[in-house]
C-alpha cells in the first residue's frame, strides 16, 4: 500500500490547475489520469478570460497554447444578428493541459495511464493508494463523486472538429441559436490560429442527435468527437475524505456550456484550503469551509447561469421573445464587460 497526503483523480484542466495551485504552495500531490495524453476531453476550447474577479491569464500563469484573443461575439438567431463583447481567450487545449502539466510537476507526481477503477475504505484501486485526501477532477462520471455519496448531474451532450472551411469573420467567434439549427442548444464557430473549432450541443439527447445530423451534412469529412457537459446547478462538492472540482461538480455556466475558467477558480480555492488542511497533517479537514468559499465567489454566478438556461430554453418558448430576451442579456454583458476592462 501507498499512502500519500493528496491525490487527485483526472488530469483534465481542474485537475492539472489543482496540482499546479498546490506545487505553487510546496504541497506534493499524486495526480493519476486515465489517458496517455491530455486534451482527451472534447471541447470547444473558448475561455472566458474574466470571470467574477478572476483572470484567466493570472491563474495559467503563462501563455503558452494561446492562439487567440476575441473580443467580439456574433449570435445568430431566427430574428437577426445579436452582438455581445466579451473577452474570450482562443486556447490550444492540449498545449494549455501539458503546461498546467508541466507547471505542476515540480511539487508533485503526474501518472498517465492510470485509471482509477474503485474507491474502497479510502483506498483507489487497482493503484492501493491510500491519501488523506481525495480530490475528485475527474469530470463528469466522476468515480469519486460516486465514492463521496453525491447524485450525478443533470448532462447536455456536444461534439465538435477542426475545420479550415468556415467563411465567416475569424476575429469573432460566431453563434447559432435557431431551432431549425439544433433545439434547446447552439452550434459554435470559433476561429483558432490556423483553422476553426466548430461544433454543437444541446440540453436534450434526441435534439442532440437530429441537430448533429444536419451539422454533420453542413460540415462533411470532419472528426467530430463528442462528450457530456454538466449543465446543472452546482452540486455539493465534499463527502468523506473526499472534495470534488470542475465537471465532477457540475462547475460549469449551464447557459454555455463552460466550465474552464470556473474549474480553474475552484481549483485555486480548493488549494488554498488543502493549504491550511495540510498545515495540521489532514486532522482537521473542513470541506465545509471550501464548499462555503467557493459558493461565495461562484455559486450565484452559477446558478443565475443554471436558471437563465431553464427560462431561456424550458419556460420561454417563442423564438421571438428568446431573441429579445438575448439581446437585453448581450446588451448587459456588454456594458459589463466594457466597464471591468475599461473599453
Ligand atoms: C464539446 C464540448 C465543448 C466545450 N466547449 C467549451 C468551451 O469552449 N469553453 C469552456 O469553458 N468549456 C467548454 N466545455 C466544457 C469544458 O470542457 C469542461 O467544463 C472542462 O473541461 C471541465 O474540466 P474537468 O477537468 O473538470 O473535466 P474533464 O476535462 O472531463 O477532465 C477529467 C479528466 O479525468 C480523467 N478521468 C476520468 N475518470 C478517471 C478515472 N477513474 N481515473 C483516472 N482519470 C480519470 C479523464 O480522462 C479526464 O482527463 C465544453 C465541453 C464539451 C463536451
Not at 472538429?161 to 469573420?169: F, I, K, P, Q
Not at 476553426?196 to 435534439?207: C, E, F, M, R
Not at 443565475?304 to 423564438?319: A, G, H, Q, R
Not at 442579456?329 to 459589463?336: K, L, P, V, W
Request: hydrophobic share 40%; charged share 30%; aromatic share 12%.
Amino acid at each position: 500500500m501507498e499512502k500519500c497526503d493528496v491525490a487527485i483523480v483526472g488530469g483534465g484542466i481542474a485537475g492539472l490547475s489543482v496540482a499546479k495551485f498546490l506545487a505553487e504552495k510546496g504541497i506534493s500531490f499524486i495526480l493519476l489520469e486515465e489517458h496517455n495524453d491530455f486534451f482527451k476531453k472534447p471541447c470547444g476550447e473558448g475561455v472566458i478570460q474574466k470571470t467574477m474577479g478572476y483572470d484567466f491569464y493570472e491563474l495559467y500563469g503563462s501563455k503558452k497554447g494561446v492562439e487567440k484573443e476575441v473580443w467580439e461575439t456574433i449570435i445568430y438567431t431566427s430574428y437577426g444578428k445579436i452582438s455581445v463583447e466579451m473577452p474570450v481567450v482562443m486556447t490550444d487545449k492540449r498545449a494549455v493541459e501539458a503546461e498546467l502539466a508541466r507547471q505542476a510537476k515540480k511539487g508533485g507526481e503526474i501518472r498517465m495511464g492510470e485509471k482509477v477503477k474503485e474507491i474502497k475504505d479510502g483506498i483507489l484501486l487497482p493503484q492501493q493508494i491510500k491519501p488523506k485526501i481525495i480530490i475528485g477532477a475527474d469530470g463528469v462520471f466522476s468515480i469519486v463523486r460516486r465514492y463521496a455519496g453525491i447524485k450525478k448531474p443533470k448532462c447536455g451532450m456536444a461534439v465538435e472538429a477542426y475545420s479550415n472551411e468556415v467563411d465567416l469573420d475569424n476575429e469573432k467567434c460566431h453563434v447559432i441559436m435557431r431551432k431549425d439549427v439544433v433545439k434547446y442548444g447552439y452550434a459554435w464557430y470559433f476561429p483558432k490560429k490556423d483553422k476553426w473549432n466548430i461544433g454543437v450541443g444541446s440540453l436534450k439527447k434526441k435534439y442532440f442527435k437530429e441537430g448533429f445530423e444536419k451539422f454533420k451534412k453542413k460540415n462533411p469529412g470532419k472528426e467530430w468527437r463528442g462528450a457530456f457537459v454538466p449543465l446543472d446547478k452546482p452540486l455539493k462538492s465534499y463527502g468523506k475524505n473526499a472534495i470534488l472540482i470542475g465537471d465532477a461538480a457540475a462547475h460549469v455556466l449551464a447557459t454555455l456550456g463552460a466550465g474552464i475558467t470556473t474549474s480553474m477558480i475552484v481549483a485555486n480555492i480548493a488549494a488554498s484550503h488543502i493549504e491550511k488542511w495540510a498545515k495540521n497533517d489532514y486532522r482537521n479537514i473542513e470541506a465545509t469551509l471550501f464548499e462555503k468559499e467557493w459558493r461565495k465567489t461562484l455559486g450565484k454566478y452559477l446558478k443565475y447561469s443554471y436558471y437563465v438556461k431553464t427560462l431561456f430554453f424550458d419556460v420561454v418558448k417563442s423564438e421571438y421573445l428568446r431573441h429579445k430576451l438575448l439581446a437585453k442579456m448581450c446588451r448587459d454583458t456588454t456594458n459589463y464587460y466594457r466597464k471591468i476592462m475599461k473599453k
